[in-house]
């Protein structure tokens, strides 16, 4: 581990010398790795610090495939990319609560949200003098890349051999059972004031499930969706009201979203009698 001073100035030594992307981005994971776990302040977001380090320093440690859908699947053009560290515990809706930073082949630096992919700052050293800014100056969504495209297009998108090994029915399943998951998301935190309120778990008008079965029926489909723990995590707690997101900070972190669940839904319903 080196200064802050000289580990800036390694970053942009290979910055200000770039020429091929493949060997611009090889040199920067050689530093990534010189200097992992180093932290390095940054102006915005204010009090969070750049904790250096590479994919296996994340939450997405041992999944190569994020890493392929993150250069595939969220700008307008394929590009080749390197995780260069991580804002640890901040409060958005990504898996973790971790920021993932990404350096791209063309210099732009983005962070990771949740199927989100957030232009935080033009360059290294954008990134160094004025922070990473967030929300991001642009945003790419997961897949809008593929919208625009024709038939023809589509097809030929499909046939990039990091595309083939993700099964098309296999997405569209996946997808099928995000709308249902978000849905019920969205139907939990209206119902949340249910739980607070009302001295029953029945919904509001007759027929209407409670808050409980809700919340059950998100636990199968998150069963069934193959998204990792993290990401379900995030997924669950974007969707909670600002009063429950208070209120789990003031709590030991939950192990899983089993228990996250647990503590949000099934310990605020009144035990049957």
Same mark, same amino acid.
């Given at each position: 581990m080196g200064s802050l001073k000289q580990i800036k100035t390694e970053f942009l030594h290979c910055e200000s010398g770039k020429k091929e992307a493949?060997?611009?981005?090889?040199?920067? !994971?050689?530093?990534?790795?010189?200097?992992?776990?180093?932290?390095?302040?940054?102006?915005?977001?204010?009090?969070?610090?750049?904790?250096?380090? @590479?994919?296996?320093?994340?939450?997405?440690?041992?999944? @190569?495939?994020?890493?392929?859908? /993150?250069?595939?699947?969220?700008?307008? %053009?394929?590009?080749?990319?390197?995780?260069?560290?991580? &804002?640890?515990?901040?409060?958005?809706?990504?898996?973790? /609560?971790?920021?993932?930073? &990404?350096?791209?082949?063309?210099?732009?630096?983005?962070?990771?949200?949740?199927?989100?992919?957030?232009?935080?700052?033009?360059?290294?050293?954008?990134?160094f003098k004025s922070g990473a800014e967030f929300p991001g100056l642009e945003k790419f969504r997961f897949g809008e890349c593929f919208e625009e495209?024709?038939?023809?297009?589509?097809? !030929?998108?499909?046939?990039?051999?990091?595309?083939?090994?993700?099964?098309?029915?296999? $997405?569209?399943?996946?997808?099928?059972?995000? $709308? #249902?998951?978000?849905?019920?998301?969205?139907? $939990?935190?209206?119902?949340?004031?249910?739980?607070? %309120?009302?001295?029953?778990?029945?919904?509001?008008?007759? @027929?209407?499930?409670?808050?409980? #079965?809700?919340?059950?029926?998100?636990?199968?489909?998150?069963? %069934?969706? @193959? /998204?990792?723990?993290?990401?379900?995590?995030?997924?669950?707690?974007?969707?909670?009201?600002?009063?429950?997101?208070?209120?789990?900070?003031?709590? #030991? #972190?939950?192990?899983?979203?089993? !228990?996250?669940?647990?503590?949000? $839904?099934?310990?605020?319903?009144?035990?049957?009698?």
């Amino acid at each position: 581990m080196g200064s802050l001073k000289q580990i800036k100035t390694e970053f942009l030594h290979c910055e200000s010398g770039k020429k091929e992307a493949v060997e611009f981005l090889s040199q920067i !994971k050689e530093i990534v790795l010189k200097h992992r776990n180093s932290k390095i302040p940054l102006a915005k977001p204010k009090s969070y610090e750049l904790r250096i380090g @590479g994919l296996e320093d994340t939450v997405h440690a041992g999944d @190569g495939e994020q890493l392929e859908v /993150w250069k595939d699947c969220y700008l307008p %053009e394929r590009m080749e990319m390197v995780v260069i560290g991580a &804002l640890d515990d901040f409060r958005c809706s990504a898996a973790g /609560w971790q920021l993932v930073l &990404l350096l791209c082949e063309d210099g732009n630096v983005y962070a990771y949200e949740f199927e989100v992919l957030h232009l935080v700052a033009r360059s290294l050293e954008d990134l160094f003098k004025s922070g990473a800014e967030f929300p991001g100056l642009e945003k790419f969504r997961f897949g809008e890349c593929f919208e625009e495209l024709t038939e023809e297009e589509m097809e !030929k998108e499909m046939q990039c051999d990091e595309i083939k090994k993700i099964d098309d029915e296999h $997405i569209q399943f996946r997808r099928r059972l995000e $709308i #249902e998951m978000l849905e019920d998301l969205k139907a $939990i935190k209206q119902s949340e004031t249910i739980v607070t %309120e009302l001295p029953t778990t029945k919904g509001p008008s007759s @027929g209407s499930p409670s808050v409980a #079965e809700m919340a059950c029926e998100f636990r199968t489909l998150a069963a %069934e969706s @193959g /998204w990792n723990d993290e990401a379900l995590q995030g997924a669950f707690r974007n969707a909670l009201t600002e009063t429950l997101k208070d209120e789990l900070v003031s709590r #030991e #972190e939950p192990e899983g979203l089993d !228990k996250l669940i647990s503590l949000t $839904i099934d310990n605020r319903l009144p035990q049957p009698g």
